[in-house]
């Protein structure tokens, strides 16, 4: 006899947990910081394909209406290609109409004309000499003639960078600067002099950024400044070519970032090139620009290019063009934030969750963004003082979709789950519940009396900042804390073991708060 076996019928059923963090920001509306100049990017070269584009009204409705950059970078063109400036002017005549308004304009020079150079080259060499003596004057006359001959297109710089990376020995256009003169090289110092009393012959002069170094490594923009007259310009300015690992990990260029946050505070900082990194880490590079760094513009490099390169915009022929992604990381800031509003004290007590906020100068707006960096869902709540929220909307990038309308937004609860390597921005229209104006913020760190003391097995140490800091040490027999901090208390202990390891003897012993601020001193004593 035959039986028939039974079919069976498998089921695979995979689980999948998905691990939830969670996370707090504080945002207070009161407390301001840096003043925004604006977001932007270049059209340095390949200015053509716009203006010779059958689309070119879409692509510049996607520029100025909807990317809405503030500050466009151009090349200084004059006696170089002069008839291209049309192009340029071009550029600037849309982005008015759209905008309604002026847009700022960087000029920056990457040569003078080679009648200028030792090279007789647009390419290498530096400054000629003339009877022994580099061509400062004549240098000054042509960024004069520059900035006339940009107001005949039409074109009135807002800015301009007397040379781009100025000791970078590039194989394109270059001119190459050290910061002070030698036998080799004219000085960047003494060319920032000549071209800033030129200027100030002229109505309204633009003002100057400067140096507009490679990178924020080797101590190359210190370097620069502390030979300049800081009476000569008005912000500083710099590429992110070095000082990091090249945006593979955004927050290795914290160090540098914060060098030059606690010297250099005295004057607006503009990021004024880079491209290098993913999307999302462009974005990532931004917030940490931004709050660590505290600049007042950044700028990526290329606005147009062909897509071989990493534009915003890629453009490959006269009836196609492609918005890339890196085009939402600037948007996310860009679309929402606007000149002259303030970055306000925003702080999240989940470092995987970045957070920054800004305002309006009448107080009625108020836009923040989050990045969660983490490889997990990330379920926040807004704790948002001193505004009262009218309206509010929010919008999201993720590896899904790019600068889409964001539903997951709670108004009411203050709520919102931001998945991984998504980034969140929330546009508010409200306003502020302090009337008078808002506290300039003054950096303020405290060093608490550690508990016990004297003590015996181990003491507890709080300090508390409300502003990023670093170099934050023990005393010269332990480093309980070292590092850059986010805004609030902290607590570490200290068991009587020296760097070393071993058990200190009984006595007094002084701990130590240093930042960039100052330092505070305590005395404890250790009783064995």
Known sequence: MNFEKPSILSLLLTLTFVVCLSAKVKVNSYIKFQKMEGFGAAVAWYYHLISDHTKKIEIYDKIFKDLKIDIIRFRNLYDINTSDISYLADIVENAEERRGSPIKILISSWTPPAYLKNSGSTVGGTLKKENGKYMYRKFANWWYETVVKFREYGINPTYISIQNEPSYNATWDCCLFDPYETDLKAGYNKTLDSIYIKLQEMNDPPKILAPEVLGIGYNLFQNFVSNMNKERFYGYAHHL??????NDNPDSFNGNMLSIASRYNDKPIFQTEYDYGSWFNTAWLIHNSLTIKGVSAYLYWALVWPSSGKPLIAIDNNNSYEIKDEYYALWHYSHFINPSWYRIYCHSDNNNLRASAYISPDNDSLVIVLLNVSSSTIKDTLDIQDFNINNAKSYVSN?????????????????LQIQSGAIVTISMIGEST????????????????????PFNIKTEIDFEINNYSYDIYGDIISIPFEGYAYPGGYKVNWNGVNNTGKKVGSGVYFCCLKTQYGSKINKMIYLK
């Open 399 to 415: 590896r899904f979709s790019k600068g889409s309308y964001f539903s997951g937004f709670n108004h009411s609860s203050l709520a």
């Open 241 to 246: 070519y070095h000082g990091g690992d090249g």
């Open 434 to 453: 302090k009337m008078g104006n808002s506290k300039n913020f003054q950096p303020v760190f405290r060093l608490l009396q550690n508990f016990p003391n």
